[in-house]
């Protein structure tokens, strides 16, 4: 297939015409699958009454009848041509979203009218297809043919297959002649058909009568059970009105020059004549069969030790078939394929295939030196193969010994080694030396011969006590020398080992005890030493038994008994012997836990608060005493799903405790458990105790609901927290006036009231308490209520207390409120008494101003503000700042170069003519120098008497009442912050705004180069504090260079610039670069080299994912992107659901998903991307693919009356959409049509 179809795609073709013509015709059904590579999946429909025949893999040819389906598969994406009989016509339908492709008998001819059966000349077959079939001179070949996914009727699934019934199959070409009246021919043609057909069944049947199973092409008998081979190649192309039979092709298309990848097809061609019978096609195949039989033994040449190349020659074609019938072209020349089998026992040996291609020569590889082989050629055109030619026997040459194995350590002693080796394969030229090599015992890996000669055996003496020897072996022969052998490591004996020391305890446990040892003292690091750790019991009179022999320096002893004292030594032996045995050591097994308490019980009456337990020791302690008992509580006789909580409350070594704190009316869970010096015993089952209940505690003060009225308020109030373990039946409301004597004002179950007969403007205070079985609780905190709210009274004027020149704060006191509480204070401010604003508003009695004007005058007044209304301001207050230090300077300029003149230089200088001009002043260096110029700021009140220049790290300077400056003595190309304050009788005044200058530079230094951005193929480098683009007034330009391969460094940018970008590069590489400086002054050294790395690059985008709609589900797949420099590579794939937003569906690293339970009137859309997952890195996401769509089924009602003829078909043609390659091809000339506009129009409005 050309193009990734988006739909379910559906091929309907015509392999094959039997007398009964099926009104359902054969159908391709298409799947993409990501197999190895690209590969697509065709279901062929084959109708009761109709055969298909395809070649498998292992060269039978599998003849399937129907009703059928048959997978094939095709492993290149291509599909087969689709070629239709003369009397038809190929129809395009959409049904449910699927593209049908219909062969469909032709209507009758109308006189006047369009002639249904008239086609344009192949190839292409069809002018409407393109997009769905290739053409041939595009159909590229791939070296596997369709074959079937299961390699045969045996494998393949029942319902797929049916019984097996060999038939004749027919393909017409399209180049025929059409009558004149297409019904009439076709009538007459099915008639005919109908004959031949019932006499190709009987012949198949007594053919399958003779052969058991009926031979096909040649007498070549089909194996159902034959496993499936390797593919094979083709070279053939579709056929086009050559005689076929049984996948025989006795003319062939005339552009066999263009290979494609096609079916192998049955059927006869009209063009042999029309009244041709099975047994001349038979006569066609039998030639054909004598041809490929007749393939000439192969040649062997360039006879190697492990290869050799063939070479042999096609089948030659009899003088019989070079001759045409009448009236018929020749035979076009076929494409045969070729099998090289070798056998290396023998001629009548078993051979096995070596190559499969149809190229005329082949090359052998990996066979063994000095060994005689077999080898043949057998050639196979289509579904046929010939006999294999005569063998032919070559023998390789020798060559050198295969690799030896290591040597091998047979006896030693303390100062020698005896080796011995056994002989490797000698591949024909016998072994005349070996060559031992060792390491002399230094361990450097540095080999030196110490062996020469034909023996397999070897001793070595004046070595050193245990030490280590490394040796490797190769073999020699006339041919060379072998491969080394492994590198074998082998030590030489030592003494007898000293006696180790007395083992230690690492931990002990109730029936085990964890021991370990040291090595003895003195023995050499090589030497291999075990153990034998000895155990003695005491009291038990068996002595010291052996209970640990191995090389580990610790053993875990088992199986032992609680709280008993055990006895142990160590004995170190090697190869040379034993060591005396180590002193003994004595260690102690632990106790065991004891078993539970008993008897837990409450002892009395339990109270609300507390109550007392008792309990009885442990049946049996564990071997120790026990130390302290634990007693664990749980409120609450329900059990939540993950357990009750229980809490220690008590621990120690009584035998009762008293459990208080606890909550009256509550039930309680309790169990004890005891602990010894062998552990915790198990939990007593726990006891229920039940408190009793008490007098619910305090409620919550009551609150006002509502806004409080002149006469009466309605309060409420909730249940108390504590009720006392009983529920609260009862409540009683007290109010409080004046004095403290209180009344009752209400008495009942409900949880709110209203009290009446209330004065307003008055505050009143209630309390609230709750009663239940057990009495009344104690009464809530009072709360308080207010009726009636008035506006407050006028506030007295304010007290201004100015704190400094620049801040005063202003106090003033409560009015009478009237009722209501005073919820804030509103105060006016400003310096005309007529034109004050607010400036604060808040419950606060004082307001701190800030940011006032030394020396000024200003007004305030304040009001007061409460839930009734507001009250009238207070009379207003003047009050006046104090003097203060100067404001800040707020303009300074530099002076210019011209300005920068030195006092007392300005001289007057005339010449002997008196004509000369006054001399040029003398200036002051700008590179040691800059000059300042400012206005003067405001006094506040007070004169300024001098100005301070700060220069940071420098002394400041103090000068008179000028508003000039130069600083002098400064350093050449250097940035100052300089700031100036003004100073007058009060003190100092604050610093202007800091600002920056910089005197003129000497050559100057590199800057410090960053790199700011980068991706896996640039780098964007920074240096200097600059901006990133040139100014015109910049001075100062840069050179950046760059290491290349050779370390030399390349120029890459020169200019004022701050940042360059470089491109071009490789992905995780690092690259060195330095800079440098230069302007007016010269060129600066370079900098330090600097090196960056390149980031990873993201995986590439992917193509739009293909989705296939499979029932109620979908199956999307994606291509797959190959490992990223050994990173693996996995997939997101998300999906969209109608006008939602997109979502993940799948990650992984399988390149297909099946979305199952689909909606059949929803729209869902696709996008898929790659995912590189780095080893040392987090991941890295790749672009998304571009979207696909998956429309929801519609069914569409095919019109295939007889009387639309040709109008259905352009009416489907006109409806048909655009494919990928065709809606990218407009969009590229969309772009294209615009950027030549764009162009013409800057062209003649911009440059003109």
Not at 521 to 530: V, Y
Request: hydrophobic share 30%; proline share 9%.
């Amino acid at each position: 297939m050309g193009t990734e179809s988006e739909t379910e795609v559906q091929r309907m073709a015509v392999l094959g015409e039997t007398r009964s013509w099926s009104p359902k015709p054969w159908e391709f059904r298409h799947y993409n699958c990501d197999f190895y590579h690209k590969s697509e999946v065709i279901l062929v429909q084959v109708n009761p009454g109709e055969a298909f025949t395809i070649q498998r893999d292992d060269g039978q040819i599998q003849c399937i009848t129907g009703p059928a389906q048959v997978p094939m598969m095709s492993p290149n994406g291509s599909v087969p041509q689709i070629y239709v009989p003369p009397g038809y016509v190929q129809q395009i339908i959409e049904e449910n979203g699927v593209r049908r492709v219909l062969v469909l008998p032709q209507t009758e001819f109308h006189p006047g009218g369009h002639s249904p059966l008239h086609h344009p000349p192949p190839p292409p077959p069809h002018a409407h297809l393109q997009a769905f079939i290739p053409h041939p001179h595009i159909m590229h070949p791939h070296p596997h043919l369709y074959s079937g996914m299961a390699g045969g009727t045996g494998d393949m699934n029942p319902q797929y297959i049916s019984q097996y019934h060999p038939a004749h199959t027919t393909i017409y070409s399209e180049q025929d002649t059409h009558p004149p009246q297409g019904r009439a021919a076709f009538a007459h043609r099915d008639e005919r058909a109908s004959k031949t057909y019932e006499r190709l069944q009987k012949k198949l049947k007594e053919r399958q009568g003779v052969g058991g199973g009926g031979g096909v092409g040649g007498g070549l008998a089909l194996s159902k059970d034959s496993p499936p081979a390797s593919p094979q190649k083709s070279r053939g192309t579709p056929p086009s009105g050559g005689d076929l039979q049984n996948g025989l092709g006795g003319k062939a298309s005339e552009e066999q020059a263009q290979p494609s990848t096609t079916f192998t097809a049955l059927g006869k061609s009209p063009g042999r004549g029309k009244e041709t019978e099975s047994g001349e096609l038979d006569e066609d195949a039998k030639a054909l069969q004598e041809r490929l039989n007749s393939i000439c033994k192969p040649v062997v040449t360039d006879i190697q030790a492990r290869g050799a190349s063939l070479s042999w020659v096609a089948p030659s074609q009899t003088e019989g078939d070079d001759e045409a019938d009448d009236g018929v072209e020749g035979p076009v020349e076929p494409s045969f394929t070729y099998e090289v089998s070798v056998s290396y026992s023998g001629k009548d040996g078993k051979y096995k295939s070596a190559y499969s291609g149809v190229e005329l020569s082949a090359t052998l590889q990996d066979l063994r030196p000095a060994t005689d082989y077999h080898v043949r050629v057998q050639a196979m055109c289509n579904c046929l193969q010939g006999i294999p030619s005569e063998p032919v026997s070559f023998t390789t040459l020798s060559c050198e010994p295969d690799r030896p194995g290591p040597p091998r350590k047979t006896s030693g002693t303390k100062s020698s080694l005896v080796l011995q080796w056994k002989a490797p394969c000698d591949n024909g030229s016998k072994i005349q030396n070996y060559i031992l090599q060792w390491d002399e015992g230094k361990g450097t890996g540095v080999f030196e011969q110490c062996y020469y000669g034909p023996l397999k055996t070897y001793r070595l003496t004046k070595l050193s006590t245990a030490s280590r020897y490394s040796f490797r072996l190769a073999a020699k022969n006339d041919m060379g020398v072998s491969e080394f052998s492994e590198v074998v490591h082998i030590m030489t004996s030592c003494s007898v080992p000293a006696p180790p020391l007395s083992p230690e305890l690492i931990q002990s446990g109730v029936t085990w005890l964890c021991v370990r040892w040291h090595r003895p003292a003195g023995s050499p690091k090589e030497d291999e030493i075990s153990y034998v750790l000895e155990m003695e019991e005491e009291g038990s009179g068996y002595g010291f038994q052996a209970s640990y022999d191995g090389d580990e320096l610790s053993h875990t002893v088992r199986n032992l008994h609680r709280s008993t004292t055990y006895r142990f030594r160590v004995i170190a032996y090697n190869a040379e012997g034993k060591s005396n045995p180590s002193s003994v050591s004595e260690f102690t097994t632990a106790p065991d836990r004891p078993s539970c308490p008993c008897r837990l019980a409450v002892k009395g009456k339990p109270h609300p608060t507390s109550f007392r337990l008792t309990w009885d020791p442990p049946k049996d302690n564990g071997g120790s005493d026990v130390t302290k008992y634990v007693v664990e509580l749980s409120e609450g006789l329900s059990v939540c799903i993950s357990g009750p909580s229980w809490n220690q409350v008590y621990c120690g070594s009584a035998m009762e405790c008293v459990c208080d704190d606890l909550s009256p009316g509550c039930s309680y869970q309790a169990r004890v458990h005891c602990i010894s010096a062998g552990g915790e015993s198990q939990l007593t089952e726990p006891l229920q105790v039940q408190t009793p209940p008490v007098p619910p505690g305090p409620c919550q003060p009551p609150r006002v609901i509502g806004k409080p009225k002149a006469r009466e308020v309605q309060l409420r109030w909730a249940p108390p927290l504590v009720d006392g373990g009983s529920a609260v039946s009862l409540y009683s409301v007290e109010m409080f006036a004046q004095v403290d004597e209180g009344w009752e004002v209400y008495q009942g179950s409900e949880l709110d009231c209203t009290v009446g007969s209330l004065l307003p403007g008055r505050t009143y205070s209630f309390r609230l308490r709750a009663a239940n079985k057990a009495g009344y609780g104690p009464f809530s905190e009072r709360s308080e209520a207010t009726t009636g709210p008035g506006a407050p009274e006028a506030c007295r004027p304010p007290h201004i207390n100015c704190k400094s020149p620049t801040c005063a704060v202003i106090s003033w006191e409560a009015p009478p409120c009237n009722g209501a509480a005073v919820s804030e204070y509103r105060l006016e401010w400003g310096a005309a008494e007529g034109s004050m604003q607010m400036c604060y508003t808040g419950a606060a009695l004082s307001h701190e101003m800030r940011g006032l004007l030394p020396a000024t005058n200003y007004f305030c007044r304040v009001q007061a503000v409460n839930v009734a209304g507001v009250g009238p301001f207070s009379e207003a207050v003047l009050c006046q700042t104090p003097c203060s230090v100067p404001a800040p300077v707020s303009s300074v300029h530099t002076l210019r170069e011209s300005e920068m003149i030195v006092e007392g230089s300005r001289t007057i200088e005339r010449g002997e003519d008196e004509e000369d001009e006054e001399a040029r002043p003398l200036l002051y260096s700008p590179s040691t120098c800059l000059g300042l110029c400012w206005e003067a700021p405001c006094d506040h009140g007070s004169e300024i008497t001098s100005y301070l220049i700060d220069l940071g790290e420098k002394q400041p300077i103090l000068t008179g009442p000028v508003t000039k400056y130069i600083i002098q003595n400064l350093q050449p190309d250097t940035t100052y912050r300089i700031r100036i304050q003004a100073l007058n009788s009060l003190g100092v005044g604050p610093f202007s705004h800091t600002f920056k200058l910089k005197t003129k530079p000497l050559p100057p230094l590199p800057p410090r180069l960053e790199c700011t951005a980068s991706s896996h193929q640039t780098l964007r480098l920074k240096w200097g504090d600059g901006p990133a683009k040139a100014q015109p007034t910049d001075s100062l330009q840069y050179h950046l260079q760059m290491e290349d391969k050779n370390g030399r460094f390349i120029s890459l940018y020169k200019g004022p610039c701050h940042t360059h970008k470089v491109q071009r590069l490789n992905e995780s590489t690092s690259y060195a670069f330095r800079i440098q400086a230069f302007n007016e002054a010269g060129e600066g050294p370079f900098s330090t080299v600097y090196t960056f790395t390149t980031p990873r690059s993201p995986p590439a985008p992917l193509k739009a994912p293909r989705v296939e709609r499979v029932d109620e589900s979908c199956e999307v797949s994606w291509e797959t992107l190959p490992p990223m420099k050994g990173d693996p590579v996995v997939y997101c794939l998300q999906s969209m659901q109608g006008n939602s937003e997109f979502k993940q569906i799948y990650k992984g690293s399988a390149t297909s998903y099946q979305l199952p339970n689909l909606s059949s009137s929803t729209e869902y859309r696709f996008r898929v991307c790659a995912i590189r997952q780095c080893q040392d890195a987090p991941e890295i996401i790749g672009p998304y693919s571009s979207t696909i769509i998956l429309l929801p089924p519609r069914v569409d009602t095919p019109g295939v009356s007889g009387t639309t003829g040709s109008k259905a078909a352009e009416a489907q043609k006109q409806k048909r959409s655009l494919t990928d390659e065709q809606f990218s091809f407009l969009i590229i000339a969309l772009l294209a049509v615009t950027s030549i506009l764009i162009a013409v129009a800057i062209q003649y409005f911009v440059i003109e």
